[in-house]
């Protein structure tokens, strides 16, 4: 993997983090939805990560609700999929988590993305319901996935369900 700095998503990111949504998604976030986000929404936290020529790579939104992480967005820029960006932008939101105290994170992922699956899965998350019809472009349902958070920070699941420090 290349190396990768983490920070906060700025409004100055969007033209590449809009270009990335749109070739991720069939229902992309606007702009104004970023920037609400970033801006007026006080649970809500985005993070990019920037490859070595400072591009963003890829991005993590999430919000933060009482003792729960519900992360409501993650995309890697199509050149850079299956590098570990989205793993590694995952491992810091969970170990970020799992010091600050809180005790879940949940998300919904299509069943047909069976990459995020199998990376959700590789942390811990396990499927606990589904939404019938949630994405409204298709009708897909939405698998309703947690990782109850335990242990230290540092303490992932790796593929197998083996704990890696």
């Not at 303490?155 to 083996?162: L, M, Q, T």
Request: glycine letters at 8%; a positive charge; charged letters at 30%.
């Amino acid at each position: 993997m290349a190396s990768l700095s983490l920070d906060r998503m700025r409004p100055e990111d969007l033209d590449e983090v809009l270009a990335i949504e749109r070739a991720s998604f069939s229902m992309p976030w606007s702009r104004g939805a970023f920037l609400y986000e970033m801006q007026q929404n006080r649970v809500a936290r985005c993070l990019v990560a920037r490859d070595e020529g400072m591009r963003v790579a890829g991005y993590l939104c999430l919000w933060e609700v009482s003792d729960e992480i519900h992360i409501t967005n993650v995309a890697v820029r199509p050149d850079s999929r299956r590098q570990g960006i989205a793993r590694s932008l995952l491992r810091t939101v969970l170990d970020d988590a799992r010091a600050r105290r809180f005790k879940l994170v949940v998300l919904e992922v299509r069943p047909s993305n069976r990459h995020a699956v199998t990376l959700y899965e590789s942390f811990g998350f396990r499927v606990v319901g589904r939404r019938r019809g949630y994405y409204y472009d298709t009708g897909e349902d939405a698998l309703v996935m947690e990782a109850v958070l335990r242990g230290e920070p540092g303490a992932a699941r790796e593929p197998g369900g083996a704990v890696r420090r």
